[in-house]
């Protein structure tokens, strides 16, 4: 009875590693859906959107999309720009809150309404090019080179890896909170958000710069 899940199993345990193995590392996603996370501020709608994004992207870019992308490099180009301005923009207003004489704690009353949250989310998914390049194009490549019937499950595998990453960024974060009862904490998140936002949207600025064409 084992034998015929075996080829089903491997190509989603190949979204599964692929995905994962993409998605955790230090970026600007990430360290916003970190920073919602401590604050507890709409962290579940946060999760859903990114995760779903990731799938939809994902799926998108098995289907084809990734093929398509990678032929129109004046849209890469753009995609560049567009994320570098907005990623300079975050990145300076979190090294603003650092600077702050009202340091910012954990159960802070005003938050982020619902639908900047969802906005802010948006930007740093879908303008972020890293995104279309691993999710649409690296990702894409992996999974259209599976035979065709394990390419939903492929895609499943992918989207499942990219769901538990962000719930247990998300979720998880609360076990920081301790930490982050002291303001001169989030002086140092803060700190560290804008520095790593603005590198990212210097080097966009020299991708787009240094692009072909």
Known sequence: MTQPLAPAFLPFL???LLSGALIIAIGA???????????REHVGP??????TADALL???????????????????????????????????QALRRMAATDAMVVDASAGT???RALLATAGFTLLNPHVYLD????????????????????????ALASFL???????????LRPLFARPAAW???DAGVGLVMLTLAGSLVLRALNAPG
């Open 14 to 16: 190949t979204g599964f």
């Open 29 to 39: 996603q990430n360290l916003f859906v970190l920073r919602q996370g401590l604050r």
């Open 46 to 51: 946060i999760v859903l959107f990114c995760g």
């Open 58 to 92: 994902i799926g998108a870019g098995v289907g084809g999309l990734g093929a398509f992308l990678n032929a129109l490099p004046q849209l890469a180009t753009a995609l560049a720009l567009g994320g570098a301005g907005f990623l300079g923009w975050y990145g300076v």
């Open 113 to 115: 309404t619902l639908a």
């Open 135 to 158: 999710t649409v194009l690296l990702m894409g490549a992996a999974g259209a080179a599976q035979p065709e019937a394990a390419r939903p499950v492929f895609v499943a595998g992918a």
């Open 165 to 175: 990453w962000f719930a247990t960024l998300g979720y998880g974060a609360r076990l």
């Open 187 to 189: 002086r140092v998140l």
